[in-house]
């Protein structure tokens, strides 16, 4: 089971950080990623890391602006947004993976959390 927060309304141009508990998961094992969903719109692949050998994704829109990492330790996700633009206004989900592998496919993800709302004015 994952568990987000950290969702929430900030201005263009502020950050936030998201967080999603995954209690059973062993980052070493298994790919974990974030998507978002935006009113309308179909959910789109954020970003995505998986280890062993190191794999790291994001979507154009958003690179050099976020940031995937994890803390194994706390079995904990997280997705850094900074210098955020309306148009990244979306519920984020991060899910996972049975196994390694990156994939920006929605179906290509077994498990996922509840969703947080990101809401970013102008």
């Known amino acids: 089971q994952l568990v987000e927060s950290g969702g929430g309304l900030v201005q263009a141009g502020g950050s936030l950080r998201l967080s999603c508990t995954a209690p059973e998961f062993n980052f070493d094992e298994h790919a974990i990623g974030w998507f978002r969903q935006a009113p309308g719109k179909e959910r789109e692949g954020v970003s995505c890391f998986s280890r062993p050998g190191i794999s790291v994704y994001y979507v154009d829109s958003v690179k050099g602006r976020f940031t995937i990492s994890t803390d194994n330790a706390k079995k904990t996700m997280y997705l850094q947004m900074n210098n955020l633009k309306p148009e990244d206004t979306a519920v984020y989900y991060c899910?996972?993976?049975?196994?390694?592998?990156?994939?920006?496919?929605?179906?290509?993800?077994?498990?996922w959390g509840q969703g947080t709302l990101v809401t970013v004015s102008s």
């Open positions: 899910a996972g993976r049975r196994y390694v592998g990156c994939s920006r496919s929605v179906e290509m993800f077994d498990y």
